[in-house]
């Protein structure tokens, strides 16, 4: 019995070998409708953006588009915030997830359900984020309330503006609420894998806390951990609904900017718009493509993702 097994193995595998194609075959179909929309819509967009748009007497290709959107200097502004809101969120949803991850992995094994409520935010789309941190962060939202109650403020108006305010605050807070369960399951998911042979051996060694954070845990999680991160940083940096419900109306964020210069009555300002669209998805791809680059190096060193 165990000799025929090996022989059907051994026949599998030998098969598998004359056919190394046969896994893009099966993936051929998936693949050339996501190549056919996304790429498609891409050209389309590109084309546009260089000018050919027909539909407002438009049909010469230009980079003059290109040009004068970098050329204005309100671009720069809102580049700038966006790069803050995105960048600053990321790293204060990293640290709290870190924490939160360490705490999880010491008792989702006594109670399964901390671990269950923890994911319930990765259900919530990020509008209804948006629309929650409105009624707690507004002047006249929960905080503010439960401040004037206790003394805290003397009224509605003494209370900070942290919605549609300069520095973004409402922004960071809806996406760190939202990304934080996200990063902290993938860095859980790799403390789970990795066990505690590694951490026992630091403290048989008279490591410290902080040395066996640094020296064990951190470059344990680091792949993954990059990973997320950046993956958060393409979503925030790229992102429209949040913005758009908790910014302000000037500077405005990237996304949003691309959004109102598309959809402006006026159909000459549309290269501009998808030019900006462009301009961010350039940004995603680059931090979508760092972060894979990490996933694979967390692979080739064994570390489960």
């Not at 193995?9 to 179909?29: V, Y």
């Not at 590109?46 to 407002?56: D, R, W």
């Not at 989702?108 to 359900?113: D, E, K, P, V």
């Not at 409105?134 to 309330?145: C, D, E, Y």
Request: glycine residues 8%; charged residues 10%.
């Amino acid at each position: 019995m165990i000799t025929r097994t090996t022989t059907a193995i051994s026949e599998a595998r030998t098969r598998a070998a004359r056919r190394p194609t046969a896994p893009f075959g099966l993936l051929a179909p998936a693949a050339a409708v996501v190549v056919l929309l996304f790429g498609g819509s891409l050209a389309l967009g590109l084309v546009q953006s260089l000018g050919y748009l027909p539909a407002a007497g438009m049909s010469e290709l230009t980079v003059a588009h290109f040009i004068r959107v970098l050329g204005d200097p309100d671009f720069f502004i809102s580049l700038g915030l966006t790069f803050y809101i995105a960048l600053t969120s990321t790293v204060v949803a990293c640290t709290i997830s870190v924490a939160a991850a360490l705490a999880l992995n010491a008792l989702a094994g006594r109670s399964r359900i901390i671990y269950f409520v923890f994911q319930i935010p990765l259900t919530v789309p990020h509008l209804v984020i948006a629309v929650a941190v409105v009624f707690m962060l507004a002047p006249n939202g929960l905080l503010s309330r439960l401040m004037l109650n206790l003394g805290l403020v003397d009224s509605s108006a003494a209370f900070p503006l942290l919605v549609n305010d300069r520095w973004g605050v409402g922004i960071m807070a809806a996406y760190v609420w939202k990304e934080v369960p996200f990063i902290s399951l993938m860095v859980l998911a790799v403390l789970r894998g990795a066990g505690s042979d590694l951490l026992d051996v630091g403290r048989t060694l008279k490591a410290g806390r902080w040395q066996r954070f640094r020296h064990i845990t951190l470059p344990i999680i680091f792949p993954s951990l990059g990973a997320a991160c950046l993956i958060v940083f393409a979503y925030t940096f790229g992102a429209f609904e949040v913005p758009y419900l908790l910014g302000q109306t000037y500077p405005l964020m990237l996304p949003v900017w691309a959004y109102k210069s598309y959809s402006d009555v006026d159909l000459l300002s549309r290269p501009e718009g998808i030019a900006t669209g462009l301009l961010i998805a350039a940004v995603v791809t680059a931090a979508v493509a760092l972060a894979q680059s990490l996933t694979q190096s967390a692979r080739r060193r064994g570390v489960v993702l």
